[in-house]
């Protein structure tokens, strides 16, 4: 989900409102001031429905969102009109009979009345912390819904309006699963159960609408916690329900069970994600298991499994299974023989002929999770340089490298002997390139991550790979990596690079030149495998690996990192240990000095426990790697100052000046995660923070553009969720202040960065790893970093849309903005109304904030209907959004060119009524808010209060916009 992501059009199609990207999704690279993507697709995936009346409409989400496909999964566009930033759909319930959709998340619930284009959020009585696990919208209508939440099961009989509940209230064990039968009765499922509650039943039944409930007569025998509920469309008898690894099924609602007798063929289901009975026979089975594809039996009672696995093209890597988990069957079959399958990490399939061939069908599915970058080093040309991208925190089978040869317009699996689930590192030997544009040389390029014992034990290894011809094909370089549970094994292998002067014949001073490669020495580092078995063990694979040789050979090297500490109490096993280096960086001058970031792990909160004061941060060494000695002096502890210090996810160092390096520096153990960057001006013998502007939960990425001479241009992407968004950070003054770039991009926003190689004068292109793919940004002129480029300052009223006599483009406190205005024009293809120009200002001396980032005008169709008025309430102005970095209150003047505001018009607010809470997302009427005269509004920003996004004390993102709403008569909002 994105801030200002949408330049969103409205088109009628086939009864269903389609939101379109004016991005192509082909688009080579971004166009200049805005950021865009082109894949890569495919990528995790949770759910997936078919709508029975139209079936060439299928919903599917993930990591990257929620998505629809009007063409059975031939294309797909993302549809979240309405949703908060960064939602994860836990799940989806789709109409029978009609395009109204329920979804949650854990938080909160959403409903659309018209396929998904618009949604609008949904009151729901749970208690505060309050969490939803499943909804279920009864076949045939449109609005009795039903919830498994924390605290029980609610009802409700008029699309969320009124609710009934908590029914089966008063335990602690889960409520999991929830669903209306054909006839009407709702079934609950319990993950973990409660003697104390209903004697342990698992199952429960209500007929009464949720008003009572009570246990099923007889509970499925070896079902232990519910995971899988279903009952056949056609047979509201039918039930099955699964705990993952053993399933049940039932012919008379409940009364008596009979085991499911699951696929045992060649590697077994192992553990099952979705069992989905025939829409039109309900003895039919479909079951997605981790272990070996999708299986299907005609009767269940006596089943006789069809499995369909990699050699039916449920493959990602074309060689093993498919870790199937999700399911949908055309409502037809199977006089339609449609099925489709979502995978766990591998993105989506489909088969048109019952299974018996399996294609995927990711065009524009974008949720695959990049967590790696690497471009070349010297190629200029755009429409010609190589990308390879990493996919990151997957453990099941993935496309763990894609391969870009053109820029970045279009992408490959790069698969060919990548025994690898995902990859967390890739590092390019700049010895093996050339700088003939006209070529495509066959350069060194190392990968590292983690595999998995997919489908085998055997299958695991160090997770360490080699390409000599650009990633065309892998092979793996594990040798001399520990031998852990029978298998090479260092964990997650989280970064991995290259020593730049280590070639045969390294120059006086400086990296080794092109073509002097390739280069001998490499350093591997990641998470290691700790020996909990007491405090003080070695690591049983280390944290940190050199090899001498390219590769062919590794030996540990991390003489000097700390052992796992026991934090009590006496017999508890409650040890705090490093978690694992993330980044690692050489001195280029001298490659003998190293600096690595780590962090910890360990559980907080543990009664009787001490506080872990295990060295943590960043490490350095001076001897190749031999002994790293603790250089966190000044990093913040994460409890007392003498307990750990914070995690270091991410470091950088300038070339220009070797003894300076930046940390980005987290608290995970924290109430409120923010990300901040620490530098060191004595190579780590002290840090001090350097976070004027940073925002967001955590820097997860930092780049030093290499054009700048000074080394003082350094780029950082930090991660975040809807409330506190994370974004693109750039300083160009050595970290004094840095200023966000960050309109468009998701809020999970960026855990990976690369910068292209350009010609000098060139604007920077600026690459970045999300959880919905790779997102794209080329630079424009905006010297006063207040985010509408210097063109678009020149063109409202002169260039001075305050008044004050001074060009806007030339001062970091006011942004002219022009863009187009929003316009309600039901069921016609239409323009996306007239241009508005609005000037936002900090008034001086207000507050002594002094600068204005990601100033953007908003169209109010991206935003559900304010519910206090009409459909065109914020039309044609919409609404603006904008960052005060360093920035604690501040008056804001925000006048909109040509209007004529009077009485009836309120400004109205879009984000979390609580600052930083995700789970309160809606309209509000902004109390600080003063209509000044007929053009502009005074808005009196705390950020400390309601009207800022984050929970940030010197930090405000701010969204709203005035509303026409003659109706409302207290200025609180209510009617």
């Not at 984050?950 to 005035?962: A, C, E, M, T």
């Amino acid at each position: 989900m994105m801030i200002a992501s949408a330049h969103k059009g409205l088109y009628l199609i086939g009864g269903f409102t389609v939101c379109l990207l004016a991005i192509s999704g082909g688009t080579a690279s971004a166009a200049v001031g805005s950021w865009s993507t082109a894949g890569p697709y495919g990528g995790s995936n949770s759910t997936l429905s078919v709508y029975e009346p139209s079936p060439s409409t299928v919903f599917a989400a993930g990591r990257g969102g929620l998505f629809r496909s009007l063409s059975s999964g031939t294309s797909w566009q993302r549809i979240e009109v309405g949703l908060p930033e960064a939602l994860y759909v836990q799940s989806l319930s789709v109409g029978t009979s009609a395009p109204v959709l329920y979804l949650s998340s854990f938080y909160q619930l959403f409903r659309s009345g018209n396929g998904g284009d618009l949604w609008v959020p949904l009151s729901t009585p749970l208690p505060a912390g309050g969490s939803i696990y499943d909804v279920s919208l009864r076949r045939g209508t449109t609005n009795s819904i039903a919830m498994a939440t924390s605290s029980g099961a609610y009802v409700s009989t008029n699309g969320g309006g009124t609710w009934t509940g908590p029914g089966a209230g008063g335990t602690a064990a889960q409520f999991s699963k929830i669903v209306f039968a054909a006839d009407g009765s709702l079934y609950l499922g319990l993950q973990y159960t409660d003697p104390a509650f209903f004697g342990g039943a698992a199952l429960l039944k209500s007929t009464d609408g949720g008003a009572t409930w009570a246990p099923l007569a007889a509970q499925p025998a070896d079902v232990y916690g519910v995971n899988v509920l279903v009952t056949s469309p056609t047979d509201p008898l039918r039930l099955y329900v699964g705990d993952g690894f053993n399933a049940a099924t039932s012919s008379n609602g409940g009364t008596t069970w009979s085991p499911v007798s699951l696929p045992t063929s060649g590697a077994g289901c192992g553990q099952f994600r979705a069992i989905m009975p025939d829409p039109l026979n309900p003895l039919s089975v479909f079951v997605a298991c981790s272990n070996n594809g999708v299986h299907f039996a005609a009767d269940v009672n006596t089943p006789v499994w069809t499995s369909w696995t990699a050699s039916n093209g449920l493959s990602v890597n074309g060689v093993d299974p498919v870790q199937a988990g999700a399911l949908a069957i055309h409502p037809a079959f199977p006089a339609t023989p449609t099925l489709w399958a979502g995978t766990v990490d591998g993105g989506l399939f489909r088969s048109t002929n019952g299974g018996t061939a399996w294609s995927t069908i990711n065009n524009g599915y974008e949720s695959v999770n990049i967590r790696a970058l690497a471009t070349h080093p010297l190629d200029t040309n755009p429409a010609g340089a190589i990308i390879l991208a990493g996919v990151g925190d997957s453990f099941t089978t993935s496309n763990a490298i894609y391969k870009s040869s053109d820029g970045g317009s279009s992408w490959a699996p790069s698969l060919s002997g990548l025994n690898a689930e995902q990859i967390r590192t890739i590092a390019i030997d700049p010895t093996t390139v050339d700088n003939d544009l006209l070529t495509a040389e066959n350069f060194t390029v190392y990968a590292a991550g983690r595999s998995e014992r997919i489908p085998t034990l055997a299958s695991k290894d160090g997770g360490i790979y080699k390409s000599t011809n650009a990633g065309s094909s892998w092979t793996t370089i594990d040798n001399g990596i520990a031998v852990v549970n029978g298998v090479r094994d260092m964990g997650t292998v989280r970064t991995i690079v290259p020593d730049p002067r280590s070639c045969a014949v390294p120059p006086p001073s400086g990296p080794c030149p092109i073509g002097s490669g390739p280069l001998q020495t490499l350093f591997a580092a990641g998470s290691g495998r700790p020996d909990l078995g007491a405090a003080g063990l070695p690591y049983r694979s280390a944290r940190i690996y050199k090899s001498t040789n390219a590769g062919a050979l590794w030996a540990a090297s991390e003489s000097g990192l700390p052992l796992p500490q026991d934090l009590g109490p006496t017999g508890a096993f409650n040890y705090a240990y490093m978690g694992g280096i993330v980044p690692l960086v050489f001195d280029p001058s001298n490659t003998q000095t190293l600096y690595a970031g780590s962090f910890l792990a360990y559980s907080a909160g543990v009664a009787g426990a001490a506080e872990p004061t295990i060295a943590n941060g960043v490490f350095k060494s001076t001897d190749g790697g031999a002994t790293w000695v603790h250089s966190s002096n000044g990093l913040p502890h994460i409890l007392s100052p003498s307990s750990s210090q914070y995690d270091v996810l991410a470091l950088a160092i300038n070339p220009a000046n070797p003894l300076v390096l930046y940390a980005g520096v987290i608290n995970f153990y924290s109430a409120t995660t923010i990300g901040r960057v620490y530098k060191t001006v004595d190579g780590g013998a002290n840090w001090s923070e350097s976070s004027t502007g940073i925002a967001g939960q955590d820097v997860r990425a930092l780049f030093i553009d290499p054009m700048d001479p000074t080394g003082d241009t350094v780029y950082a992407g930090t991660g975040g969720d809807g409330a506190n968004p994370g974004g693109v950070f750039v300083t160009t003054n050595g970290g004094a202040s840095w200023n966000s770039i960050s309109i468009g991009l998701p809020a999970d926003s960026a855990t990976s960065l690369a910068l292209p190689a350009r010609s000098p004068g060139a604007p920077a292109r600026i690459l970045v790893g999300t959880n919905a793919g790779i997102w794209d940004y080329t630079a424009a002129a905006d010297p006063d970093s207040d985010g509408s480029p210097s063109t678009v300052e020149n063109g409202v009223l002169g260039g001075d849309g305050n008044g004050d006599g001074t060009q806007d483009s030339s001062q970091t406190s006011v942004a002219s903005i022009s863009a187009p205005g929003s316009s309600v024009q039901t069921g016609t293809a239409t323009a996306e109304g007239s241009i508005v120009q609005v000037t936002v200002a900090i008034v001086p001396e207000s507050g002594g904030c002094t600068q204005l980032n990601d100033s953007t005008s908003l169209q109010a169709s991206l935003y559900p209907p304010d519910p206090i008025g009409a459909a065109d309430s914020h039309a044609p102005w919409g609404l603006v959004s904008f960052s005060l970095p360093n920035c604690s209150f501040a008056k804001v003047r925000v006048t909109f060119h040509g209007a004529s505001f009077d009485s009836n018009w309120i400004w109205r607010n879009y984000g979390p009524r609580i600052p930083g809470n995700a789970a309160t997302f809606g309209w509000y009427t902004f109390a600080g808010a003063q209509r000044i005269d007929g053009e502009t509004w005074e808005l009196s920003v705390d950020a400390l209060r309601q009207g800022n996004y984050r929970n940030d004390s010197n930090d405000i993102l701010f969204v709203g916009g005035p509303g026409n709403l003659p109706d409302v008569i207290f200025g609180s909002g209510f009617e």
